[in-house]
């Protein structure tokens, strides 16, 4: 199994920001865009830094721990089996799917230099704000990114949509899928984060 380009692509590789902890407060679309506009100045310093690659990948799991709400992510794309899995399993999950992200976000440092982006619109979607970028990569056509982020509490990204596409439930699907070929077993799935995780 293959955990597919979540938050790999060229929107989604970008999740990053080392901001000072702010307290918990309600985001509304301003306090948002300035959030993501500032995240997204701090990853391409790192990306553009003359840091080694090892430091550089350790900035970005930093980065990400702190500007990514993993723990809902990875209980998004679990879906309707977080709730069958036993609270052993959910904790074995929600690590590994962490470990997993992160290193590979982390690895893609080298994809991110040279990026460029331009902020555009934050508005409401549902209960979240999504902020809107365009973003560039050296040789390629822009892409339109999308930053989804939490508007309870000090905000946090959820999900990045990246040219209409939602790449949590693109996860979302493919677990659904995996689990359905292996008899809705909750175990396979992580045994099979584990052995990614240990290739790494």
Known sequence: MTTRRVFLSAGAALFAGAMPAAPARAADPDSAA??????????????????????????????????????????????????????????????????????????????????????????????????????????NAPNKVDWVVEADGAPKVIDVIAEGTSLRLTQRSDYASYLSRNGNDVQALIDALRRQAAAG
């Open 34 to 139: 300035a959030f993501v506009d500032s995240m997204l100045r701090e990853l391409l310093a790192v990306a553009n830094g003359g840091q080694p690659v090892t430091a550089k990948r350790e900035a970005l799991a930093r980065i990400v721990e702190a500007r990514v709400d993993l723990d809902a992510v990875a209980r998004f794309c679990l879906g309707r089996f977080w709730r069958m899995a036993t609270p052993k399993q959910q904790a074995d999950y929600s690590a590994l799917f962490r470990r997993v992200l992160i290193r590979n976000i982390s690895e893609k440092v080298g994809e991110y230099e040279g990026v460029t982006y331009s902020l555009g619109r934050a508005v409401a979607r549902g209960e979240d704000i999504a902020v809107s970028t365009v973003v560039t990569r050296p040789g």
